[in-house]
Structures are given as structure tokens and as C-alpha cells.
């Protein structure tokens, strides 16, 4: 079995960069959501499969991957040391 890694792409939504895949152009859309330590490419093996017959999204999650991690650091000082 061949699989060939669908075409990165990133999107920033704030100041969070975010690394997705958008595959397929039919019938309903599907969303792909990695669990925690995960990344986009957990998908690889059911993403071409699914873009057969839907439009696909798979992302890496905020902290995740190749997206952006400063969020997670900047609320993690923050519960660690409030401000009074």
C-alpha cells in the first residue's frame, strides 16, 4: 500500500498558527481530530480514503504537532504565577 502525504497548509487564526490537510472535493465534509499527543498525521492511512467520497480536514490541534505552542506556555504561567 502506497500513501502519499497530502500538501501542508497553515492557517493563523489570532497568533496561533495552525498546520492542516483539506483533501477531497465531494459530498459531506469530515473533520479529523487527533487525541492528545497525537498530530495530523495519525490520519495518513484513513485521510485519501475518505477524500474519495468527502471534503477532509485533518489538523494538528494548538500545542500539537506543527502548530503553535506558545498559548499552552503562556496559560500554563499563568496558573502557575497569577497576578493579584
Given at each position: 500500500m502506497s500513501t502519499q502525504t497530502p500538501e501542508v497548509?497553515?492557517?493563523k487564526v489570532g497568533q496561533i498558527n495552525t498546520r492542516f490537510w483539506a483533501l477531497g472535493d465531494k459530498g459531506s465534509t469530515v473533520l479529523l481530530i487527533h487525541g492528545i499527543g497525537g498530530s495530523l498525521e495519525d490520519?495518513?492511512?484513513n485521510?485519501?480514503?475518505l477524500a474519495k467520497h468527502h471534503r477532509v480536514y485533518a489538523l494538528d490541534l494548538v500545542g500539537s504537532g506543527h502548530s503553535d505552542k506558545h498559548f499552552?506556555?503562556?496559560c500554563l504561567y499563568l496558573v502557575f504565577f497569577?497576578?493579584?
Amino acid at each position: 500500500m502506497s500513501t502519499q502525504t497530502p500538501e501542508v497548509q497553515y492557517t493563523k487564526v489570532g497568533q496561533i498558527n495552525t498546520r492542516f490537510w483539506a483533501l477531497g472535493d465531494k459530498g459531506s465534509t469530515v473533520l479529523l481530530i487527533h487525541g492528545i499527543g497525537g498530530s495530523l498525521e495519525d490520519w495518513i492511512l484513513n485521510a485519501d480514503a475518505l477524500a474519495k467520497h468527502h471534503r477532509v480536514y485533518a489538523l494538528d490541534l494548538v500545542g500539537s504537532g506543527h502548530s503553535d505552542k506558545h498559548f499552552f506556555t503562556d496559560c500554563l504561567y499563568l496558573v502557575f504565577f497569577p497576578t493579584a
